[in-house]
């Protein structure tokens, strides 16, 4: 799933956002709310899920740099 976010001021009673192109071609869904603040709300995981994660040993030492793939 391709979640995009986006952030402002309503002026008006319409708002214009321009989508990635990977939503070409798929159904998709628009959620509006208003914030009460202007920092956006922690996210949570599900409680079903939540104080599952148990990580044995270190993540990042134990791949080398190089095969991460990222840009220099």
Same mark, same amino acid.
């Given at each position: 799933? #391709?979640?995009q976010?986006?952030?402002?001021?309503i002026? *008006?009673?319409?708002l214009?956002?321009e989508? %990635?192109e990977s939503?070409?071609?798929? !159904?998709i !869904? +628009?959620?509006?709310?208003? #914030?009460?603040? /202007? &920092? %956006? +709300?922690p996210? /949570?995981p599900h %409680?079903?899920? &939540?104080? /599952?994660?148990?990580? /044995?040993?270190d993540?990042?030492? *134990?791949v080398? &740099? &190089?095969d991460?793939?990222l %840009?220099a």
């Amino acid at each position: 799933m #391709l979640i995009q976010r986006h952030y402002t001021d309503i002026q *008006s009673t319409r708002l214009t956002i321009e989508l %990635p192109e990977s939503f070409l071609n798929h !159904e998709i !869904e +628009v959620v509006v709310s208003i #914030l009460d603040d /202007k &920092a %956006p +709300v922690p996210r /949570k995981p599900h %409680p079903d899920i &939540a104080g /599952k994660l148990i990580i /044995k040993g270190d993540l990042f030492d *134990s791949v080398s &740099a &190089a095969d991460w793939d990222l %840009p220099a």
